[in-house]
C-alpha cells in the first residue's frame, strides 16, 4: 500500500466543550486548547480532530450548526481558532475539522429561508413532503427517539431529520447545497487545515421513493433508504473533484453500518472519494437485537472476529482507521476493560491492540490516562439528547427506572463528554467556575498532572506506543494474520511486511492465560518492543504464560 503521511500518524480528538475551560464559565473553548497543546505534543500525537467548533443553539453539543463559517460564542472568536491553526502547524502537528453536512441546525439561515413558503429559492436545501393521511410522510424513526419528521405549519408539510428535530437533513440531491458546502470547505482549507472528519457521512443520499419500513405501528429504522443511499458514491466523488483532490490533507468519513466491502467502495484507493471511515461493528458487539440499548456482554471472539474481518477485508483496497471509543461511546477501558483492579494493565493491553493494528490509531481525549465511565445518581445530570430522549420515551412506556439507568451507565454518550481530568484540584482542573457536565469523582486519582510525573502510567505507555510506530514502519503497514482464532480469553496476531514481522500476545481478561503457538510460524530472533508488566526474559515465545490483562509485542527478524 502507498505511503501516505495520514497513514502513519496518530490522531487525537478533542471533544471542545470538555476539554478545558480558560475563563471559568464551565464550557471548554479554544483558548483552553491552545494552553494545552503542549501536554499533546508531549504526547506524541501528529493529528488533531476537533469536534464541531462552530456557532450553534447547541441542541447536540455542535453538531447542529447554524452557521458553518463562524465559531461559537462560548468556545471563542475566529481569531482565536486562528491562533490555535497557528499553534498547532508551530509544533509540527495538524488539525482536521469536522464537517457536519447531513444536516444543519434549524437555526441556520437556509432553514429560516426553506421554510417560509414552498416556492422559497432555498426550500429544496431541505427534505420537505406532505403528510399521508393526517400524519407523517413514512414511519421512519429519528437516531434520537420518535419520528424522523416534524409538521412545520407555516407550509403544512413535514420536513426530515433523521437526528433532533433541530437538525434537519439538508438535500444533497440540489446541486446548489453540494455547491455551497464546497465553497464551504474550501473557505476552510484555503485557512490551511489539514483535512476534515466528515460527521455520518454515508447518510447524505435519500432512497427518492422513502417508503415506509414498519407494521403499520410506531416508528423504526430507515437505514435501508439512507445508508449507502442511491447517490452517496457520485456525491462524494464530485466532493473529491471539485474541493479534497486540490489539498493535501486527509478524510475520514464516519459511516454508520457499513461492510468491509461497502467501505472499500469509499476508501478504495482508486475511487477519489475518501481516506477512511469509521465502521461501527466493533461497537455494536455488546448490543442486542433492539440496539444500543438493549445491552448485552461481548464476547472475545466475536471482537476478533470483526478486527480481522476489517484487518483482511480492506488489505491491499483501502486504510483502516482504528478506534475503541469517541465522544458517542463508553470509555473503552469500562467497556472492554476492568476499570477497577486492572485499571493500568487493562488501559495499556487496550491500548496496544489499538496501535498495533494496520490502519490510523485515533485515541479520544483523557483516553490515555484510563478514564472511565461514570454513574450519576439522576437523570437530571446527564446532558446528551439521545439519553435524555431515550430516557423520556422508555418511562413513560412504563419501562423500569433502574433499568434505563443501567443501560445508561454502560452505553450513555455523557460517559465520553465527562471534563478533562487535568489535576486533582476542584473539579479536576478544568474549570475554575461550575462544569456545564459534573466531573467524574475519580479525579482525584486519575489525572494528567499524576499521569506525566508516574513514569509507569498509562499516559506514557501511549507515548511508547506511539514512538515504536515511529520506529517500525512494519506496525502501519504490515498485513495482519489473526492467530489462536478459536481462544476465547487471548487475542494473538502476526503482521508481516517483508523481513519484518511482529507478534502481538494480548489477554483480554484477569485471569492468567497461556499463549501457545499452534500455528505453523518460523520465528528467528526476536526482540520484546513492549510490554505492560516486567518481563525477564522469554528464550522461547511459542509458549508465554500470560499475567492478567498482559500484552507483548515482539519484533521477529525471519
Ligand atoms: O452512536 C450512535 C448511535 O446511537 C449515536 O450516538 C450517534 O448519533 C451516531 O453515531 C452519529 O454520530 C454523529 O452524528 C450525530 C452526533 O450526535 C454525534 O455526536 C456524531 O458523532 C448527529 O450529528
Ligand atoms: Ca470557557
Redesign the pocket.
Known amino acids: 500500500m502507498a505511503n501516505k503521511w495520514w497513514k502513519e500518524s496518530v490522531v487525537y480528538q478533542i471533544y471542545p466543550r470538555s476539554f478545558m475551560d480558560s475563563n471559568g464559565d464551565g464550557i471548554g473553548d479554544i483558548p483552553g486548547i491552545i494552553a494545552r497543546l503542549d501536554y499533546l505534543k508531549l504526547l506524541g500525537v501528529d493529528v488533531i480532530w476537533l469536534c464541531p467548533v462552530y456557532e450553534s443553539p447547541n441542541d447536540?453539543n455542535g453538531?447542529d450548526i447554524s452557521n458553518y463559517q463562524s465559531i461559537m460564542k462560548e468556545f471563542g472568536t475566529i481569531g482565536d481558532w486562528e491562533r490555535l491553526l497557528a499553534e498547532i502547524h508551530s509544533r509540527g502537528m495538524k488539525l482536521i475539522m469536522d464537517l457536519?453536512v447531513n444536516?444543519s441546525s434549524d437555526e441556520h439561515a437556509w432553514f429560516a429561508e426553506s421554510r417560509k413558503s414552498k416556492d422559497n429559492p432555498y426550500r429544496d436545501y431541505y427534505i420537505w413532503r406532505p403528510g399521508k393521511s393526517g400524519r407523517e410522510p413514512n414511519d421512519w424513526g429519528s437516531?434520537f427517539s420518535g419520528s424522523a419528521w416534524q409538521y412545520d405549519e407555516g407550509t403544512d408539510e413535514y420536513f426530515l431529520h433523521l437526528?433532533s428535530k433541530k437538525?434537519p437533513d439538508l438535500n444533497w440531491d440540489n446541486p446548489k447545497l453540494r455547491r455551497e458546502v464546497y465553497e464551504m470547505m474550501t473557505w476552510w482549507l484555503d485557512k490551511g487545515i489539514d483535512g476534515f472528519r466528515m460527521?455520518?457521512i454515508n447518510l447524505i443520499s435519500k432512497a427518492p421513493q422513502m417508503p415506509s419500513v414498519g407494521d403499520g405501528k410506531g416508528y423504526h429504522f430507515g437505514g435501508e433508504h439512507f445508508m449507502n443511499g442511491p447517490r452517496v458514491h457520485e456525491y462524494l466523488q464530485e466532493m473529491n473533484r471539485e474541493v479534497l483532490s486540490k489539498y493535501d490533507v486527509m478524510t475520514v468519513g464516519?459511516t454508520?453500518g457499513v461492510t468491509p466491502e461497502e467501505a472499500a467502495l469509499y476508501v478504495g484507493e482508486d475511487r477519489h472519494e475518501l481516506n477512511m471511515v469509521f465502521h461501527f461493528e466493533l461497537?455494536d458487539v455488546d448490543s442486542g437485537p433492539r440496539g444500543?440499548w438493549d445491552v448485552k456482554p461481548w464476547e472475545l471472539r466475536d471482537i476478533k472476529r470483526i478486527i480481522a474481518k476489517w484487518q483482511t477485508g480492506l488489505e491491499g483496497k483501502g486504510w483502516n482507521s482504528l478506534y475503541l471509543n469517541n465522544?458517542?461511546?463508553p470509555r473503552m477501558l469500562s467497556r472492554f476493560g476492568d476499570d477497577t483492579i486492572y485499571h493500568k494493565e487493562s488501559a495499556k493491553m487496550l491500548a496496544t491492540l489499538l496501535h498495533t493494528l494496520q490502519g490510523t490509531p485515533y485515541i479520544y481525549q483523557g483516553e490515555e490516562l484510563g478514564m472511565t465511565n461514570v454513574k450519576f445518581a439522576s437523570i437530571d445530570d446527564y446532558r446528551d439528547i439521545?439519553t435524555l430522549n431515550m430516557y423520556n420515551e422508555y418511562v413513560a412506556a412504563g419501562q423500569d427506572v433502574d433499568a434505563v439507568m443501567n443501560a445508561i451507565y454502560v452505553k450513555g454518550?455523557d460517559n465520553g463528554r465527562t471534563p478533562m481530568q487535568w489535576d486533582g484540584t476542584a473539579h479536576a482542573g478544568f474549570t475554575t467556575g461550575t462544569p456545564w457536565i459534573a466531573v467524574n469523582p475519580n479525579y482525584a486519582h486519575i489525572n494528567a498532572e499524576q499521569a506525566v510525573s508516574d513514569p509507569d502510567s498509562i499516559f506514557h505507555y501511549y507515548r511508547q506506543l506511539i514512538a515504536i510506530r515511529r520506529a517500525h514502519n512494519v506496525t502501519g503497514y504490515a498485513s495482519f494474520r489473526l492467530l489462536m482464532e478459536e481462544d476465547e480469553r487471548i487475542f494473538a496476531y502476526v503482521r508481516t511486511r517483508g523481513e519484518e514481522q511482529l507478534l502481538v500476545v494480548l489477554n483480554f481478561f484477569g485471569e492468567p492465560a497461556l499463549f501457545q503457538l499452534q500455528e505453523d510460524i518460523a520465528f528467528g530472533r526476536h526482540e520484546l518492543l513492549i510490554c505492560n508488566y516486567e518481563v525477564s526474559g522469554n528464550p522461547d515465545i511459542r509458549t508465554i504464560a500470560l499475567r492478567p490483562y498482559e500484552a507483548r509485542v515482539y519484533k521477529l527478524q525471519r
Open positions: 447536540d453538531y457536519v444536516h437516531f437526528f437538525q460527521d455520518v464516519e454508520i461497537m444500543k465522544h458517542d461511546q439521545e454518550r
